[in-house]
């Protein structure tokens, strides 16, 4: 039963990583489950500050709860900081100027790139297919799917580095760079970003060259 429980948790944890704000009646068609069971998981969330709510008023009706992560929920996905700390890129923004973090982060792409160019390859597909398991490997949570006009949007809705990325922009120019040379195309659109927006996921537009 404990192991339902963290199962069930975590599930909705992960939901509203997603979504960014979820109602109880929303959670629990997701769930498929009562919405008696889902106010009673999130009262234990809510009680380890997990997650919080705010009130929304109707036009008509009651006013409903949207239920959301608190900075420590978010904390509770996977973060990337033990080898690109914060603390260090200011110091060494104080010892040597802005222009060592950018050169620190082209770097950084430049040792991805050759990690990963040799299991980037096949079909425009197959390299968007890659690509994604690697990013997802590294935390970033990612979904992709094909669109209408035949290009494909690729969503990652966490950002290990968001912090750092929220002071050092360089690290999403980085990104998208990466992005551009793995996939051998010049179409890589990024149309949100988590460190720079108030959402919840990272979307880029992908075409084939």
Request: proline share 2%.
């Amino acid at each position: 039963m404990k192991k339902e429980t963290t199962s069930t948790r975590q599930v909705i944890l992960t939901l509203l990583k997603r979504n960014k704000e979820l109602t109880v009646s929303a959670l629990a068609t997701e769930l498929d489950v009562t919405e008696m069971a889902i106010r009673r998981h999130l009262r234990e969330l809510e009680k380890d500050e997990l997650i919080t709510s705010r009130l929304e008023r109707q036009a008509m009706g009651r006013p409903i709860h949207r239920f959301y992560l608190t900075e420590k929920g978010s904390e509770s996905f996977p973060r990337n900081y033990n080898d690109l700390s914060l603390g260090i890129l200011k110091d060494l923004v104080n010892l040597s100027g802005t222009e060592i973090v950018d050169q620190l982060f082209e770097q950084r792409k430049e040792r991805l790139f050759q990690k990963y160019q040799a299991e980037v390859t096949g079909s425009f597909q197959e390299r968007i297919e890659a690509l994604a398991r690697i990013q997802g490997e590294g935390g970033y949570m990612v979904e992709y799917k094909q669109v209408d006009d035949g290009s494909f949007e690729f969503i990652e809705y966490n950002c290990p580095i968001a912090q750092v990325a929220r002071e050092y922009p360089i690290a999403c120019s980085c990104e998208q760079q990466l992005f551009k040379r793995l996939l051998n195309t010049d179409h890589v659109e990024r149309k949100s970003c988590i460190a720079k927006e108030n959402t919840s996921c990272c979307v880029y537009k992908v075409k084939e060259r």
